[in-house]
């Protein structure tokens, strides 16, 4: 395939794609209700985040080899750091005023301060960006996506494998030795190690999992295995949290996990038909995946003090954990959408311009 050929196939819609990210985002809304069984949460938290890097790393055009630092900085900043800032902004305020009562969260003793230190540092856990964690992601996918920028100019595939093979050493292991309760790097640039070798991996991926040959021969035998090495590296591993680090007991446990849980849900995405839930949801996540924290606070109040529902009876349930991932999603593809059509440049969009989620 060509380069001119493979761009083109990358600024229009791919449905199975559009599929993976509905996986993606309805597993990481699911974890964060905090109430779904543990089995589940493990094999959800082996996969999520590396996929989200690895997609971004997909939609990288060959053209990136022909750009200027400056002008691919600024983009980049307009794409991820301003829809960084708006949903700080709306997070810190419904926080401020509504959740942080709900959760009986103690008042910083300067709101100013505490606001604009966490959004400067940009990392979360272990009280960063406690008005809303998820916001990491948005800082941390900008330093990524610089890192990357430099890592494609390399010689060759050859000294790019070599580097990000040192790059998940450091990345994986720089963790095991560094206390992050008292020292993170900012703007999540010890977690970006790690996150740019997925996101190199789904920009070398890109060629055969758009390749129709591949998925011919290779898909079902692909199902199988990669399923198989998914459950059993998942549970060697145990749990882990990109967001603060944690990827696990076993370097090699953790990148097995995350590689053969991102093809093995790939593969699945394939054998659904283009759907328009899917569709809604998977090219929606750049607004479902930092709001719906804020939404859970409100769906426990209504069902303790309005459905008088027992606190008990929905700390750990997954009745509960699936109907407040369906509520969220009902409720920001819309808000997306409205975002979207009146209000882009509150996501970093141009008005009147197509814009592809990367």
């Known amino acids: 395939m060509s380069s001119r050929a493979e761009e083109k196939s990358i600024t229009t819609r791919i449905p199975w794609v559009d599929n993976l990210r509905a996986f993606g985002i309805l597993s990481i809304v699911l974890v964060h209700t905090g109430r779904i069984d543990g089995r589940l949460d493990l094999y959800a938290t082996s996969f999520f985040m590396p996929l989200f890097f690895f997609l971004s790393g997909f939609f990288v055009k060959e053209s990136i080899r022909e750009e200027k630092f400056i002008p691919f900085a600024k983009i980049k900043a307009q794409r991820l750091l301003i829809p960084y800032l708006t949903f700080s902004f709306i997070s810190y305020v419904l926080w401020f005023f509504l959740i942080r009562k709900f959760k009986e969260e103690p008042l910083p003793s300067d709101p100013i301060v505490h606001f604009f ?6 990392v979360g856990g272990y009280g960063w960006l406690n008005f809303n964690i998820t916001l990491w992601f948005f800082p941390c996918l900008f330093v990524t996506e610089l890192i990357f920028f430099f890592l494609i100019r390399l010689p060759s595939r050859k000294s790019l494998g070599v580097i990000l093979f040192v790059l998940s050493i450091i990345g994986y292991f720089f963790f095991q030795v560094i206390d992050i309760e008292k020292f993170r790097l900012p703007f999540g640039v010890d977690v970006a190690l790690t996150a740019v070798v997925f996101y190199a991996i789904g920009y070398l991926a890109r ?25 059993l590296f998942s549970n060697l591993n145990k749990e882990s949290a990109f967001v603060i680090g944690n990827f696990g007991k076993n370097y090699f446990y953790f990148y097995l996990a995350s590689l053969s849980g991102i093809l093995f849900w790939a593969q699945i995405s394939r054998l659904i038909k283009p759907n328009k839930v899917f569709s809604e949801i998977g090219k929606n996540t750049l607004v479902i995946f930092p709001l719906h924290l804020l939404l ?8 303790i003090y309005v459905f008088k529902v027992s606190k008990t009876s929905i700390e750990h349930s997954n009745i509960v954990a699936l109907a407040y991932t369906i509520a969220s999603v009902l409720i920001l593809v819309p808000v997306a959408w409205i975002l979207n059509r009146y209000m882009p440049f509150l996501l970093g969009r141009k008005p009147n311009r197509k814009n592809i989620v990367q």
């Open 207 to 231: 060629p055969y999992l758009l390749n129709e040959d591949f998925k011919m021969w290779y898909q079902w035998p692909l199902v199988l295995l990669a399923m198989l090495d998914y459950i």
């Open 117 to 122: 230190s966490n959004i400067m540092y940009g």
């Open 296 to 303: 859970f606070p409100f769906f426990t109040g209504a069902l």
